[in-house]
């Protein structure tokens, strides 16, 4: 009876640790930028409903505001959720493939219901309309805000670096 009591217990234990690690506002944010990252991708293998389906669920992801600040002057101002997706749906009709990998290193502050992320990412948009296109290294900051519907975006700045 006594190993069946402390197996329990130190189950119970370690399951509440992994809990507590788990569900630690770093966490919970490190997998949310990762997985924006992961809807916003596609490769030419992605089938239109697919890239349709990914855009739809935007939304979970900004806030009813979003301040976008980048090196191409048409991503750059205050959007609505409405005018990501209709960008996004733009870039997926017109692009071959989107890839963003982030480096592995990835600050998180957060104060209150406030945070803020910074990494290093590699953008990859294959249209071939464009020349000089959006594709390179990137320093990202993503400052988010805690509704009552979990984080979202309110703002970004991507600064193309050298």
Request: hydrophobic share 35%; with cysteine; aromatic share 10%.
């Amino acid at each position: 009876m006594k190993k069946r009591l402390s197996f329990l217990t130190v189950a119970v234990l370690s399951l509440s640790l992994f809990a507590w690690w788990y569900y630690q506002p770093e966490r919970v944010l490190e997998r949310k930028l990762d997985k924006l990252f992961e809807t916003v991708a596609f490769d030419s293998s992605t089938t239109r409903t697919g890239r349709v389906v990914k855009g739809s669920s935007l939304d979970n992801f900004f806030d009813t505001q979003v301040e976008l600040t980048s090196p191409l002057d048409q991503a750059n101002g205050n959007f609505s959720p409405e005018d990501i997706r209709s960008a996004y749906a733009y870039l997926s009709e017109n692009a071959s493939e989107i890839s963003i990998k982030r480096d592995p290193s990835l600050l998180t502050e957060i104060e209150g219901d406030h945070a803020t992320q910074q990494c290093e990412a590699d953008i990859n948009i294959a249209i071939n309309r464009w020349l000089d296109g959006p594709n390179g290294r990137y320093q990202l900051t993503l400052h988010w805000r805690k509704t009552d519907k979990g984080w979202k975006i309110h703002s970004m700045d991507a600064k193309r670096m050298p």
